[in-house]
């Protein structure tokens, strides 16, 4: 570092531009910065959608289902594959390895399903890519004429937000695709001699256009094609249907209207609306793509009569959350600046000292920028963290800059570069170690590490630009304004001299004093493993919001669905909520909502409502939850089995043995029972007879019921699908015997009575198939309400363990237990690997094996007061409080060097052991404290916060509870176990006898 102190030093106006530089070109970096609440993580999870209308799971399967499992199966990279065929429905998820590029992934996906042949009425919905942030900005928009809500939501609004640019997927609820239906009257048909296949093929054949090849004239070459399209369903009512008697208009034998799916109902405080919500493309900025979403929206004039509102803007979020930590970095970086002041006394020093606060962030910023990091919850947390360690270096300079100054009367720039260089190896390696700490978690495995990789990153590059600033900033203007600092005698002040007292005491009574601390350690340890500390794997953010899952019993109609639904609104709106927007579906809703301000604690609002919802009727499942982003608080947990009987039955075992736990709710397994359905049953010989065959019963029952989709056309401006009806369906609700009345036409083209060729009956089939890795499985869900979740995890897995399930059945922890140990086991490696890295860098500073070693033994007396400081505040162990025990670590390890260096430094002057640890712990105590209680400065607006989300309080109360007993114990314990590693005896012969009073000399100033 020589060389850096000298260049600055002799350079300082080029030295001073390139700082105004760096900061000019921070500023602008930060400021065009992307703003997101999550740092972009590319997750590996991918899911496909199929429809497959009118089909039971077992033809979902059977038809296509378990051709694509296969080939899905054998995607590249793929760790696991999800699949769940239920009634109309198949879905799939992909679960690949972490790193791989879902673009690529999806485009595999995508040729897989094409690979497989789908049925003509089966239709790929939608690939869906998870994200952290999930749907960035959400309207709801509704009105009197539900026509006009949907023309305008259709024509105007969605085509408005596809215009805009990273946008990943917009999700609709309540918008419902036009459908042209042919009601065919029985009556008329007869009386022109019609059937039903005569009319299906006018309509199909007047959307027929089919390109014949070219014809050349003279000067063109004119392209020929037959046919022509319906453009309006007045055209589709005038289109002539050929008969024996000549053309009749397709109105003269059919009703035909618009109608639209009431397969779900969707409103917005009571009233039926649509919902739409947009999903940012991952590493996009989101406030930039809200603003340009609301500049789309404000350009359309809103119609008389509908109302819109946004229910969703994660701008007001993201800039809360970058405010807080904004707010949070400036505090602590006053607090720093007030404790420096504090100790120096002199402001001049102390404004010295503190600028490479405001250098090394601004310069990080530009460094982030160019790895194309956003300004997120993450990167502004490793600010935060750094804010009170960045300081270090820079004080430990300065004090020794201004100590030696204050001290002599011959003052010059050599007196300030030397002072800079004898402490500039101690701050140095106490940079690298820390350094070395976190840099580890740069390279965590799996989620977790890639969300709190830009974290480490910042972290990292502001430590280095610390260091940077410490050896050239400081000393340059430390040479412009401290030279003529008024000239004071050197004398050991009240708490120097009680250090001193202490430490001499400490030295020869080596043994007690380390018995103590052991024993502290020991007690604080026995706070974890007494239980009376929590376990968790990220906190819960604070929210208002909340969302309740409904699941009805199997057949139940969308009528009930809605009864239980009302019931849960009416309960609901006995609170101060607003924005409650409900989607209700034959089996299942969900209705969302937000506690308003005035509610108070939303936490005991959570309990009121959870306890008033065990008293609703009529529902298999509710599930309240309150939208936390990340942090999960969901049990999920995978049965697996040689069949279906046993995995059913081993999950309903597990069900019942843990849903009594506490701090456990809403424990249910996925396994419902059979669903209901009814089915012809033909008389082969009644059939036979009749001309007729089970193809053309389900052709006419589906023309009856549902209608036979002939195709879709554009009506009226719109997409719609034409569908063909015959006229004898029955009204419902109706028995199923009803059923019996629909005619069949023969091949003979003569009407046939169903009920007079075969029943109807009623049977029993699985309402959805699961499987996992192209074999069947159940999931256990649950949702945890209490924030020691690792303590409710560890009953849960006790209680299965206990269980004796039927042979063969094995289950598996996902969600937040899974979550939570490969969390820990990849932080306690990335801990476990720093410790390594630290005693490397350590060993190359030192050049010898055993003073790193001492260093490192110190390290485990840091847990005294992190583990104290957490059972004080309620704090459980989490991640945050990993990540507060890696910054601890790096800190304990940065005071001994700069101790210890000067130790040795001491010993290689010819200082007996015990007055070179007496004479460098008088010197160093300044500094190390001034470090110590700076950081803890810094990090008391983090500890007190209550809006830092997932960067929690736990870490700062980890550093500080950490710091406070770790600092005594290095000014104590690192000395002792110095002086018992270490023989009594000098490192190097003493010099010569003019040296050794040249030196006494200066020690004595």
């Not at 803007?313 to 002041?341: F, H, K, Y």
């Not at 056309?713 to 034409?722: H, K, M, N, Q, V």
């Not at 060729?757 to 074999?775: D, F, T, Y």
């Not at 690792?790 to 269980?803: F, H, N, R, Y």
Request: proline residues 4%; hydrophobic residues 45%.
């Amino acid at each position: 570092m020589k060389y850096w102190v000298r260049f600055s030093m002799n350079n300082g106006i080029a030295l001073l531009l390139i700082v105004a530089i760096m900061i000019g070109s921070g500023l602008y970096a930060m400021s065009s910065m992307k703003k997101e609440k999550y740092p972009a993580v590319d997750i590996p999870y991918l899911t496909v959608e199929i429809a497959y209308p009118g089909a039971s799971p077992t033809q979902v399967m059977d038809t296509f289902g378990k051709d694509l499992e296969a080939e899905l199966n054998r995607l590249d990279r793929l760790e696991n594959l999800y699949v769940t065929a239920g009634t109309n429905y198949f879905l799939a998820t992909m679960n690949f390895e972490m790193g791989y590029e879902m673009d690529e992934a999806e485009v595999n996906a995508r040729s897989a399903v094409g690979k497989v042949s789908l049925p003509a009425s089966a239709k790929v919905i939608d690939y869906y890519k998870d994200r952290l942030d999930g749907d960035v900005y959400a309207v709801g928009v509704w009105g009197s004429e539900q026509s006009a809500v949907q023309a305008f939501v259709k024509d105007q609004l969605l085509p408005a937000y596809r215009g805009v640019d990273g946008i990943d997927r917009i999700d609709t609820d309540g918008v419902v695709d036009d459908t042209a239906i042919i009601s065919l009257r029985d009556a008329d048909m007869l009386r022109h001699g019609l059937d039903a296949d005569q009319v299906k093929l006018a309509v199909t054949s007047a959307q027929l256009s089919v390109p014949i090849g070219n014809w050349d004239t003279d000067r063109e070459r004119l392209p020929i094609r037959v046919g022509g399209t319906v453009d309006s369903l007045a055209e589709l009512k005038s289109l002539l249907i050929p008969t024996a008697q000549g053309g009749i208009p397709l109105s003269a034998i059919a009703d035909i209207e618009y109608e639209q799916d009431e397969d779900e109902q969707v409103r917005m405080n009571g009233q039926p609306a649509v919902f739409i919500s947009v999903v940012g493309r991952g590493g996009y900025d989101s406030v930039k793509l809200v603003d340009e979403l609301i500049d789309a929206e404000n350009e359309l004039a809103l119609p008389a009569g509908i109302s819109k509102k946004i229910t969703t803007d994660r701008t007001e979020e993201i800039e809360q959350s970058v405010d807080s930590m904004l707010r949070e970095v400036l505090l602590g970086a006053c607090m720093a600046m007030l404790v420096t002041l504090l100790f120096l006394r002199n402001f001049r020093s102390t404004l010295i000292a503190i600028i490479s606060i405001p250098l090394s962030m601004i310069a990080s910023m530009l460094v982030l920028k160019q790895l194309d990091y956003s300004l997120n919850i993450m990167t502004l947390a490793g600010i935060a963290v750094a804010i009170g360690r960045v300081v270090d270096d820079s004080i430990v300079v300065i004090e020794n800059i201004f100590r030696r100054v204050r001290k002599t009367t011959q003052r010059d720039d050599q007196l300030v570069e030397d002072a800079t260089n004898e402490v500039s190896r101690a701050i140095t390696s106490s940079t690298l170690t820390t350094v070395a700490v976190f840099l580890p978690m740069a390279f965590v495995p799996g989620i977790v590490g890639a969300f709190f990789r830009p974290l480490a990153w910042t972290i990292v590059v502001s430590l280095l630009f610390s260091l940077l600033v410490a050896v050239t900033v400081v000393p340059l203007l430390s040479k412009l304004s401290l030279l003529k600092v008024r000239h004071k005698e050197q004398q050991e002040n009240a708490l120097q001299r009680a250090y001193r007292r202490m430490l001499s005491w400490s030295l020869t009574h080596r043994l007690l004093t380390l018995l103590l601390a052991f024993v502290l350690l020991i007690g604080s340890m026995a706070i974890l493993v007494t239980g009376q500390l929590g376990f968790n794997f990220l906190p819960a953010e604070p929210t208002r919001d909340f969302s309740i899952d409904v699941t009805m019993e199997e057949g139940v109609n969308l009528q009930a669905t809605n009864k239980v639904v009302a019931d849960i609104e009416e309960r609901i709106r006995q609170h101060p909520v607003h924005d409650m927007a409900t989607e209700a579906r034959s089996q299942n809703a969900n209705l969302s909502f937000e506690l308003d301000e005035s509610a108070g604690d939303s936490e005991a609002f959570e309990r009121t409502i959870r306890e008033e919802l065990k008293h609703i009727q009529g529902a298999k499942t509710i599930t309240l939850t309150g939208q936390q982003g990340i942090g999960s608080n969901e049990l999920m947990i995978t049965v697996n089995g040689p069949d279906s009987e046993s995995i059913r039955l081993g999950a309903q075992m597990m069900v019942e043995a843990i849903q009594d736990v506490e701090g456990l709710e809403d424990v249910h397994h996925t396994g419902s029972s059979e669903k209901p359905e009814v089915q012809f049953v033909a008389d082969d010989r009644k059939l036979a007879n009749a001309g007729l065959n089970n193809a053309l019963v389900a052709q006419a029952v589906n023309r009856a019921i549902g209608g036979e989709t002939l195709g879709t056309a554009l009506l009226d401006g719109r997409s719609a699908d034409i569908k063909l009806r015959t006229g004898a369906s029955p009204e419902q609700p109706a028995p199923i015997e009803s059923l019996n009345d629909i005619k069949v036409t023969n091949l003979a083209q003569q009407p046939v009575r169903l009920g007079d060729v075969g029943s109807w009956e009623r049977k029993l089939n699985p309402s959805s198939i699961m499987r996992l890795n192209q074999k069947e499985y159940l999931q256990i869900n649950g949702t945890f309400t209490d924030s020691n979740t690792g303590g409710v995890i560890a009953t849960v897995e006790s209680k299965l363990d206990a269980l004796n399930l039927p042979d063969g059945v094995t289950w598996e922890s996902l969600g937040a237990s899974k979550e939570m140990n490969d969390g820990f086991v990849n932080m306690g490696l990335a801990l476990g690997i720093s410790i390594f890295l630290v005693y490397l860098v350590m060993l190359l500073s030192f050049g010898e094996w055993l003073t790193p070693f001492v260093i490192l033994f110190s390290i485990p007396f840091s847990l005294i007061g992190a583990l104290a400081g957490l059972w004080i505040v309620g704090e459980p162990v989490g991640m945050p409080a990993m990540i507060g025990l890696l910054m601890l670590n790096g800190i304990v390890v940065t005071n001994a060097i700069v101790l210890l260096e000067r130790v040795r430094s001491n010993l290689k002057q010819g200082m007996d052991r015990d007055a070179a640890l007496l004479e460098a712990g008088a010197t160093r105590i300044r500094p190390i404290l001034m470090t110590a209680i700076a950081t803890i400065g810094a990090l008391f607006p983090l500890a007190l916060s209550s809006e830092v989300g997932l960067v929690s309080r736990a870490l700062a109360v980890v550093v500080i509870g950490g710091l406070s007993t770790s600092t005594l114990l290095t000014l104590i314990i690192v000395p002792v176990l110095f002086s018992l590693t270490h023989r009594k005896r000098r490192l190097s012969k003493p010099r010569s006898a003019a040296a050794k009073s040249e030196t006494a000399a200066e020690l004595a100033e």
